[in-house]
């Protein structure tokens, strides 16, 4: 475990309502493994107030952490709206298992809005590590302009034949010459865009309630539960 105190560095716009806040770790020990979560505390007028987010930087990227939020209503999220670089934060972490697997080399990640988050640290040290698993991302948002990463994630599908990306959006508007999925992911979709779905151990992340909506899809394909990890958001259904 490690904890300390720090400040922004860099805020980084990802989408209109999804924003990266970045802070650099200089010469500590900080490790973690991709898809773990850290504890993050700021202040609040005169309030020290946490929460935890997935560490959305790889641990490939040295120097600097990331958590990547879509900003909302609450106070806490309305507060790192308002932050800037300088401001103070604590960090303390890092925890949780899920993790990339270490010997089933063949994955399937389903994500939905800012689910992506440690799919997308976890494809990161793939990519950034040339390591030999195979991973389909299936990653369902609304719109196109909801899609956070989506320039990065192309640009590592385009030059890795071991990492392939398929997008879905539930609409109602599309941009022009959209040849991706429409509506959201069910079993249909996975089962056109994964062949090989018994062979793959499945990374579900988002929201809760679309976590357990695909969970039950992957069910009714005969997907046993040991193929199956998740990590769901609260606060975004």
């Known amino acids: 475990m490690w904890e300390f105190e720090t400040h922004v560095s860099e805020i980084i716009q990802r989408t209109p309502?999804?924003?990266?806040?970045?802070?650099?770790?200089?010469d500590r020990n900080v490790r973690y493994?991709?898809?773990q979560f850290f504890f993050v505390t700021i202040r609040i007028g005169e309030i020290e107030a946490v929460h935890h987010f997935t560490i959305s930087s790889s641990p490939s990227e040295k120097g600097y952490l990331d958590f990547t939020k879509r900003i909302t209503a609450s106070e806490y999220s309305q507060a790192l709206d308002r932050m800037k670089p300088g401001d103070w934060v604590r960090l303390r972490g890092a925890?949780?298992?899920?993790?990339?697997?270490?010997?089933?080399?063949?994955?399937?990640?389903l994500s939905g809005g800012i689910g992506i988050t440690p799919l997308r640290s976890m494809l990161r040290y793939i990519y950034d590590r040339r390591l030999d698993y195979d991973v389909i991302l299936i990653y369902g948002n609304n719109n196109y302009e909801d899609i956070a990463?989506?320039?990065?994630?192309?640009?590592?599908?385009?030059?890795?034949?071991?990492i392939r990306v398929e997008y879905v959006l539930s609409g109602p508007e599309f941009p022009?010459?959209?040849k991706g999925k429409k509506g959201f992911i069910t079993e249909k979709i996975v089962t056109e865009l994964v062949s090989d779905c018994h062979e793959r151990v499945f990374y579900?992340?988002?929201p809760l309630?679309?976590?357990?909506?695909i969970e039950e899809q992957l069910r009714s394909l005969?997907?046993?539960?040991?193929?199956?990890?998740?990590?769901?958001?609260?606060?975004?259904?």
């Open 222 to 237: 005969g997907i046993s539960p040991e193929q199956v990890k998740r990590d769901y958001f609260p606060g975004y259904d």
């Open 95 to 109: 925890e949780g298992d899920f993790t990339l697997p270490r010997k089933q080399r063949r994955l399937v990640f």
């Open 17 to 26: 309502t999804i924003k990266t806040f970045r802070f650099y770790t200089s």
């Open 33 to 35: 493994r991709a898809g």
């Open 209 to 213: 309630k679309m976590v357990l909506s």
């Open 176 to 178: 022009p010459g959209w």
């Open 149 to 162: 990463f989506r320039e990065e994630l192309d640009q590592m599908a385009a030059t890795r034949s071991n």
């Open 204 to 206: 579900v992340s988002g």
